[in-house]
């Protein structure tokens, strides 16, 4: 049993995991902030582009609520379309943030592990061959 916990302990504490649960804790306030930018933000400007209505609130009623007097006997059946919307709009914002978090992340490690360019080199020395034939071609040349 203490060999088990023993490697627990080693697992919990490698970086990786570390580095896990920080993203964790990031993505879920992401989500807080991108759930309150649509519910708050976009679905309200939404409904009013189209006529005023809370987008939040359409839905579909399949069966009313039975009621008997002022107690609900039997629950409404609804479709929560403006639900799903709001939660759709929601996972399109996430997914575009992601899309240019990696995108900026793929741009950054390419440039990080971009080739030295090769450094300009000497040209090479002529040969022997290639300096008596110049000489021959300047002494005909000049006659």
């Known amino acids: 049993m203490k060999k088990f916990f023993g ?17 964790v804790i990031i993505a879920t306030a992401f989500g ?3 759930t ?11 409904g009013w582009l189209i ?3 809370d ?3 359409l839905n579909i009623t399949l069966a009313p609520a039975v ?19 709001t939660t759709i709009i929601d996972f399109i914002l996430v997914a ?8 900026a992340f793929n741009k950054a490690k390419k440039k990080l592990e971009k080739p030295e360019e090769p450094k300009e080199e000497k040209p090479a020395e002529p040969s022997k061959e290639e300096v008596l ?11």
């Open 7 to 23: 490697e627990f302990k080693q697992f919990i504490t490698r970086g990786n995991v570390m580095d896990m649960a920080i993203g």
């Open 32 to 34: 807080k902030i991108t």
């Open 36 to 46: 309150s930018l649509v519910n708050d933000v976009f679905m309200p400007f939404i």
């Open 51 to 53: 006529g005023g209505v």
């Open 55 to 57: 987008l939040a609130k």
């Open 67 to 85: 009621m008997e007097g002022e107690e609900v006997v039997k629950e409404a059946v609804i479709i929560g379309i403006g639900t799903f919307l």
């Open 96 to 103: 575009f943030v992601v899309f240019l978090v990696v995108k």
């Open 133 to 143: 034939l110049t000489e021959i071609r300047d002494l005909l040349k000049n006659k």
